[in-house]
């Protein structure tokens, strides 16, 4: 009777039901009519305290709850999460609104105080967890109050509500069982450079369908020692900090059906240039005014650079098997076609500055893939499926060298919105530990360039013998360039960024193909045998060539006061040929030992118009390396030691001829480090670069960096000298 609020027809009595098994069963709650009444009773629910009331009263009128019950009372809770964070996103919006100013970050920000509070209370009841195992009652009371008094005091001191914590703390408390994973990892090395990383895993239901994952990793420079060791007044390093946190989800159903789900966040800083530079506004005008010290008689102002990169992402993925499984009577085991559907959002924006240059860049990545999997047996599949790809770019840079004569200020806008679709199919045949061959196809649009990419690649593996694999791959490939990211060392010159034949700063980006092209081939040869025992030592040989047809290069060697950048379809490879041996004489001793070399030859263009073959500049010819390890019984005490010899690299030419270019000296690298287990506890002592190598000239022309000859973007060797480390390693599995 259409959609009548005041006619006759109601509904008196209805069935709830559920696929993802959140509901209470009537083998539990008996009369439909009953369960409606408590549904609309749960869902008047409104705090934590009539939660567990209502509880309560289920086990007294009903008894034990059962596991379905027991996931619809999780996602109510869930629900005052999402309630918090609602709520601290309408204030935000309406404190804007009384002011006058609204901005994006008055929203962005409370919601990433209150997933760090969130992720900061789950990790602090996990620690509880662990805390309160094997303790008496009065003990684990002293304990509880004390964890909780200090999660609220570090809620304080960044003034932000811990109500939200505390119910992520009590949640991940509760359902954590037998089955939670730590990892933490502390390090501090002889600069006093702290380094963290942490890693939990647990179950947030009782069932284990919905289990979760926390990643947070923390570094930073206390600047504590000013490193120069070449006394060239530079930094050898650049003061950075970082900080990390991942979180992903996983649900995992009865029939099959995976939803994966989660999100990172990335924020890094780089301070780099002379020792007292400071990130300052006056230090920065006072480059861009006194950078003619020279002509006024006045003090050279302090070069410096910085960089701030954030990085966040969130990915959504479902998998669900469709069909019948198909079984294979020799494995007894069967394989089942699925459908998955994977979306994914990136945004990443770097805000740098070398001396005068300045970048500053946006981009924001949607990519959407959907994929069908087919089992025509157990051994042969196809996939197929269709992806896309969204790309907005905002890049400016602002590039003036005045010390160059007749050279003005080059302004780059590097604004773009980039799409591109495609569709690919890929054919597995498999048979276990013998033989497998993957062949498959892609074809791309891509509609900035209005042209149309297609991609064959494969893969062969056989078992000749069972101590003999062969393997052998190949495929062609594309990729668009991101110029300056891509690039960055450019800007830590003092030369001026042009591009060939537009070298006024403004051209069609269009027209500069960025879309390199490449095929690479290859395969590998692995043979084991034994020396003293049978099977205790493997060798293998790998060889692969990349083979460029068209490439982006950033060339430093065509003018002295000039970085030209340029597409070519010159001939351009890589060839690389290596050889892995290993061996375990006796148990717990393990030796490995490889060699790497490397032929990469590139075609440039020269000022006269012409072309010049050359090998690539920086790629080490050849390395070696040598690593030892022993361990004593149950791995108590492990020592580990490690000899790495560098091949020369090519030093690209600095004044326009190539017969000016040269190669480095080849150089030794030592390591070594002792672990000792104590429990559940791992601790550490390195040391890195025990030789003390040290390049001696990483930058050029380091006492005037306002000047075209200044580089700093010809690093082939180690800037640090000798360095001992500490940490600590604790697992939980």
């Not at 020692?225 to 009865?254: C, E, T």
């Not at 087919?374 to 770019?393: A, E, K, P, W």
Request: hydrophobic share 40%; aromatic share 14%; proline share 4%.
């Amino acid at each position: 009777q259409g959609n009548n609020l005041t006619g006759d027809a109601f509904v008196e009595d209805c069935a709830v039901e559920s696929d993802l098994e959140m509901y209470f069963p009537d083998t539990y709650v008996p009369g439909s009519a009953e369960r409606m009444l408590l549904y609309r009773e749960l869902d008047n629910i409104s705090d934590d305290a009539a939660l567990d009331a209502y509880r309560q009263r289920l086990i007294d009128r009903f008894g034990a709850i059962p596991h379905e019950g027991e996931e619809l009372l999780q996602v109510v809770a869930l629900d005052d999460v999402v309630g918090l964070l609602a709520y601290s996103i309408a204030i935000s919006v309406a404190l804007a609104s009384m002011t006058g100013t609204f901005q994006a970050g008055h929203i962005v920000k409370p919601i990433v105080l209150n997933i760090a509070v969130f992720l900061l209370g789950g990790l602090f009841g996990v620690f509880l967890k662990l805390l309160l195992h094997k303790r008496s009652t009065d003990n684990r009371l002293i304990v509880s109050v004390a964890l909780l008094f200090a999660f609220c005091g570090i809620c304080a001191v960044f003034d932000v509500s811990p109500l939200l914590g505390c119910m992520s703390m009590s949640m991940v408390y509760i359902n954590l069982t037998d089955d939670e994973r730590l990892f933490v990892n502390l390090y501090l090395d002889d600069e006093l450079r702290p380094e963290a990383n942490v890693s939990t895993a647990f179950p947030v239901t009782k069932d284990k369908k919905l289990s979760s994952v926390i990643l947070l990793h923390g570094s930073m420079d206390t600047d504590a020692r000013k490193m120069d060791h070449n006394h060239d007044g530079f930094r050898d390093l650049p003061k950075s900090d970082q900080i990390n946190v991942a979180n992903k989800w996983l649900y995992a159903a009865d029939n099959g059906t995976q939803v994966r789900w989660g999100w990172k966040f990335v924020q890094e800083n780089r301070l780099g240039g002379m020792l007292d530079y400071k990130n300052t506004r006056t230090m920065r005008e006072a480059m861009e005014k006194d950078w003619d010290w020279r002509a006024g008689d006045k003090k050279m102002p302090l070069y410096g650079s910085h960089i701030r990169n954030r990085n966040a992402n969130g990915y959504f993925k479902v998998g669900m098997p469709v069909g019948p499984a198909v079984y294979d009577p020799d494995e007894q085991d069967e394989m089942r076609s699925n459908l998955a559907f994977v979306a994914d959002f990136d945004h990443f924006s770097e805000d740098a500055y070398f001396g005068l240059n300045d970048y500053t860049g946006n981009q924001n990545s949607l990519a959407l893939n959907l994929m069908y999997n087919h089992y025509f047996t157990y051994r042969s599949s196809l996939i197929v499926g269709v992806q896309g790809h969204l790309d907005y770019y905002r890049e400016k840079l602002l590039n003036p060298t005045p010390w160059i004569a007749a050279n003005s200020v080059r302004n780059y806008d590097f604004d773009r919105n980039e799409r591109e679709a495609g569709a690919y199919a890929e054919y597995t045949y498999a048979i276990k530990d013998k033989f497998s061959i993957v062949a498959g196809l892609r074809g791309d649009y891509n509609h900035y360039y209005d042209r149309f990419f297609l991609t064959p690649r494969g893969h062969l593996k056989w078992n000749v013998t069972p101590s003999t694999t062969l393997r052998a791959s190949g495929g062609l490939g594309y990729r668009p360039t991101n110029v300056i990211t891509d690039n960055i060392g450019v800007l830590a010159t003092g030369r001026a960024i042009t591009f060939l034949d537009n070298e006024s700063g403004k051209f069609d980006f269009r027209k500069f193909d960025r879309m390199e092209k490449a095929l690479t081939v290859g395969g590998s040869l692995t043979q084991t045998f034994g020396l003293v025992n049978p099977g205790d030592a493997t060798l293998s040989f790998d060889y692969f060539r990349t083979q460029f047809y068209n490439s982006v290069v950033a060339d430093q060697e065509m003018y002295a006061d000039r970085i030209v950048f340029y597409d070519t379809d010159g001939r351009s490879y890589t060839d690389t040929y290596q050889i892995d041996f290993s061996w375990s004489p006796v148990e717990r001793f393990d030796i490995f030992a490889t060699f790497r070399y490397t032929d990469s030859e590139m075609t440039i263009r020269r000022a006269d118009g012409g072309t010049a073959r050359v090998e690539r500049p920086l790629v080490s010819q050849y390395k070696t390396l040598l690593n030892i390890q022993y361990a004593t019984k149950f791995r108590r005490w492990v020592f580990d030691a490690t000899a790495q010899l560098n091949g020369p690299a090519r030093i690209p030419t600095q004044t326009g001829d190539l017969d000016d270019s040269y190669y480095s000296p080849r150089y030794p690298m030592f390591f070594a480090q002792v672990s000792r287990k104590v429990g559940k506890f791992d601790i550490y002592a390195g040391c890195e670069n025990i030789a003390d190598y040290r390049q001696k000239d990483p930058i050029l022309n380091a006492q005037d960096p306002y000047d075209y000859k200044f580089n700093s973007m010809n690093v082939w060797g180690p800037l640090m000298g000798r360095k001992f480390y500490v940490g600590l390693r604790f697992n939980l599995y």
